[in-house]
């Protein structure tokens, strides 16, 4: 059965901090990895990876793929309260999205 | 159902062909979102219900598109005389509340040739 497993499922640090969310998968048919931040509108995209090894940088957001571990990992450095969110990763697998169940970030002042 | 039903899962349509997504939503959520999602990019909104009155259909392309929720549970996006550039994955999700936590089901993913 395909799945997605997101951790740690909620984590509270203090600006200024660097987090890693991590996100790992068993699916059949892997197309694509993305990472969502879903706060209480529409789920914001963050990124989409489909090779190992090449980092994706957005400001102080990052993230990779290993394909041979099954994993991915999102990076925040230097927290603010603003990234407080449900960050989301999901994969693309034989033309369906299979959800983790989100790491729930707290980031107190 | 435990979680966002979506169906189908993949569709080919050929263009000028009228297609129907449904949506079953989480049993007793309240509020129910369509979103379209082109490749490799986020999704982009396109109407909300709350039970069965739709209060935001801004979103929608066109007068293509149709969404409807006739006894407040499960929901139909029509697209009438698809084009190529309807092609994407319509995703929905429901919540309990508007404001609370959304569950998103896996997607149509709808090719247009």
């Known amino acids: 059965e395909d799945k997605v497993v997101q951790s740690p499922l909620s984590l509270v640090v203090h600006e200024g901090d660097t987090v890693t969310l991590n996100c790992s998968y068993e699916v059949t048919n892997f197309r694509s990895l993305l990472w969502y931040k879903q706060e209480k509108k529409a789920p914001t995209f963050l990124f989409m990876l489909t090779s190992s090894g090449i980092e994706k940088k957005s400001g102080r957001l990052s993230s990779i793929l290993d394909k041979k571990e099954l994993f991915s990992i999102l990076n925040i450095t230097a927290t603010q309260t603003g990234d407080s969110a449900v960050y989301l990763c999901a994969v693309d697998s034989n033309y369906q999205l299979i959800w983790g169940a989100g790491t729930k970030l707290i980031i107190k002042p | 159902g435990a979680g966002v039903s979506q169906s189908p899962r993949y569709k080919v349509a050929k263009r000028g062909q009228d297609v129907a997504l449904r949506c079953d939503p989480i049993s007793g959520h309240v509020s129910l979102f369509w979103y379209q999602q082109a490749l490799g990019q986020g999704p982009e909104f396109l109407t909300y219900f709350q039970n069965e009155a739709q209060l935001d259909k801004s979103g929608l392309p066109s007068d293509r598109f149709f969404a409807e929720r006739p006894e407040g549970s499960v929901s139909t996006l029509k697209i009438q005389r698809t084009q190529q550039e309807d092609s994407a994955v319509y995703l929905c999700?429901?919540?309990?509340?508007?404001?609370?936590?959304?569950?998103f089901g896996s997607g149509t993913r709808l090719t247009v040739v």
């Open positions: 999700a429901s919540s309990l509340a508007q404001g609370t936590g959304y569950t």
